[in-house]
């Protein structure tokens, strides 16, 4: 199957009549996933460093698209090992998400907050420093994306960071492969390949960022087959 392309289609994840139990499963899978993956990992130095500028005022962050709520949760208890004030709160348009991810950071003890809203249709609530999403942008159509990189970088009141995949043959055999290794989910097994398909390159997320009106950005490459977009206010 070629990847020039991306190939945007339905995953299981997004469907609303999914069953909650299929759900409370597919995200604890997800939650491994981006463990191994160290997903918050990649967010965490530029948080750091703004945390560090911010001081000794907290910095204020927003998760869209959170999910399980795994990595804002990650985020919380990193800055907390290291003394950094920080108030991370996450959004997700999925209510049975956000009572999920709200039951995670009870249970970690995170003084997390998780609130439903439509990133997509609903206006970004001001007053954060930094906005940021893992593993969203991959479920966009090229114009939304563009539309949703400006509203975040329109709301941030320092800086946008995006951690997703990249669309590769590398990445889409370690995504087929490790969806099975790390959860017993049928969901993450199908949509874990798919997602790849569905992914940008970073030539294509380039354009998407010049194209949002955005041109001073950097954009890298992380292990494993993903990338960090970041935007930092001049």
Not at 122 to 142: K, N, Q, T
Request: hydrophobic share 45%; glycine share 6%; net charge positive.
């Amino acid at each position: 199957m070629s990847l020039r392309a991306r190939e945007l289609l339905p995953e299981l994840m997004d469907c609303p009549t999914l069953a909650p139990a299929h759900l409370e499963v597919a995200l604890r899978g997800l939650e491994r996933i981006n463990w191994w993956s160290r997903s918050a990992g990649i967010l965490w130095k530029p948080i750091q460093r703004l945390a560090r500028e911010a001081s000794p005022r907290p910095l204020r962050v927003l998760d869209i698209a959170t999910g399980g709520g795994d990595v804002p949760i990650a985020l919380w208890r990193k800055a907390r090992r290291v003394g950094i004030a920080l108030r991370i709160d996450g959004c997700d348009v999925n209510p049975r998400a956000v009572a999920y991810a709200t039951r995670r950071a009870e249970a970690h003890g995170a003084d997390v907050r998780f609130f439903v809203l439509n990133a997509l249709e609903e206006p970004l609530p001001s007053g954060y420093d930094a906005i940021v999403c893992s593993l969203f942008f991959h479920h966009l159509r090229d114009e939304i994306a563009c539309r949703v990189l400006a509203r975040m970088a329109e709301a941030a009141g320092r800086m946008i960071g995006i951690n997703d995949l990249l669309r590769s043959r590398s990445g889409l055999a370690l995504a087929s492969g490790g969806g099975v290794l790390l959860s017993r989910s049928a969901v993450v097994h199908a949509d874990a390949p798919q997602s790849v398909r569905a992914a940008f390159t970073i030539e294509e997320m380039a354009r998407l960022a010049i194209a949002a009106g955005l041109p001073d950005f950097q954009l890298r490459r992380r292990w494993p087959c993903r990338y960090f977009f970041e935007w930092t206010r001049p």
